[in-house]
């Protein structure tokens, strides 16, 4: 495999808002201290553009913008707030090349694939315009089982959220976030990752444009994370706390959370596993397996990062696949006809060949891929590994890249048993032709979503979310918008 080398670097993309800025109370500020973080093109090491470094005094500007603007915003109309979400699905679909463009040149991932995600990403605003409007309908009012008083549910904002998105999705992470929070009449203080901050600011840009009233949405760009973070989980105001990320950062905000009991949603790492049986269509399992691989070069929680063959198609599957591994265009994602650009930064990369590297050692067998190219650009090629030791770290770690760990069993129940040998339990994957093993495996297997016959499951009508270490409680379908409202009861006597 050899990644094409572009004659000239693909042209930086405008930015579509101002640079050096950020949207703090409707009013676009630089940091208090002027420090700014550079993005650079993973696929060139090139710099695009500069965004600020928010301090903790400005994390606390957008808290006290975010808090300010609750009140109002919880009280505008269902369909006032549905009809911004409606403008800002419609706002980025106009836009739908602009946010491609800047999406695969901060991250890095395929124009197409960065076509797709704005695509996902603003069905998260049509989605959720569409929930708003009957909102407040839904409730329950009846008689208490005794026949002595009325009890009347209904539902409230949580409050001001903050929202905290990972690198991988610059744009779908944060929308699936800030969607639910405005339908449900949250106001919001998002942090995108600071490898990838551009594509929100240019969703704030939309979201102004399309009517969100000052400090409903602001956004803080930072390098300091922990300190910023840090400082607005501490004050009791902030209510809810919405984050997609590591396990690990999981972790220290749920302890976080713990000290003002705050609302917490967490979408955290992952370990799927996708079992392929005998009897499955086998085109339709090398591609699902392809998609389940590949999709955003790896780089996804609900990624394949462990597939189970059983013996009987075990060779034939592999041999397909490895041929479909190895013939993966790799490139620049911005060049027409790439299908697998560069993964997101330099730690990344090493990462990913770590666990390549550890595997081998161990006694791995590597079928393709596994070398890394000199150049520019944080490349990993496809790769394929099998016969993967027991003590391989492969086996147990996210590896979030272009890398197939490939393994076989031979039952039902051994399939079953393995799929389900990890903390994690966020996406799963089984392809059969068998209707009722179909639906026997995925009831069995402990995660959040399972996808039958298709690699792929995200879509903002459908809850998304993971069980175990993957994380607490859903984001899109209609869970979603729960993840943003309390309910409350009222025991009425007549
Ligand atoms: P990360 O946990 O390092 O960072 C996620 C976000 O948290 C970033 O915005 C980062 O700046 C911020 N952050 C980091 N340390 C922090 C701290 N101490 N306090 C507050 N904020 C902090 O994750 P990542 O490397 O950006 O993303 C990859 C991880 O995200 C993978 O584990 C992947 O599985 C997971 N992920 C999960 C989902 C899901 O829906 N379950 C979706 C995408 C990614």
Redesign the pocket.
Known sequence: MEHTTTTAPAPTPALGFPEKLMPIGGVWVPSSTGTTITVSNPATEQPIAEVPSATVQDGLAALDAACSAQDAWAATPARERADILARTYQGIIDRRDEFAALITAEMGKTLPEAQAEVDYGAGFFRWFAESAGRLHLEGQYGLEPGGNYRIAVSKRPVGPALL??????PLA?GARKIAPALAAGCTTVL?????TPLTSLLLAQVMEEAGVPAGVVNVITTND??GV??AIMADPRIRKIS????????R??LRQAAENVMNTSM????NAPLIVFDDADLDQAVDGAIVAKLRNGGQ??VGANRIYLQSGIAEQFTQRFTEKMAATRVGDGAEPGVELGPLVDAKQVASVSALVTDAVAKGATLLTGGTIQEGAGYYYPPTVLTNIPADADIRTE?I?GPVAAIYTFDTEDEAITEANDTPYG?ASYVFTQNLSRALRVADAIEAGMTGINRGLVSNPAAP???TNQ??LHR?GGTEGLDAYQETKYTGIQL
């Open positions: 905290i998105t990972p690198w991988n999705f992470m942090k995108p990752a600071e490898l994370s922990r973070v840090g984050f997609t990320g590591s396990t690990q950062v999981g220290a905000l979408e955290l790492g992952g996804s929680c996210e979030f966020l998304f979310g993971g993957s994380g984001e």
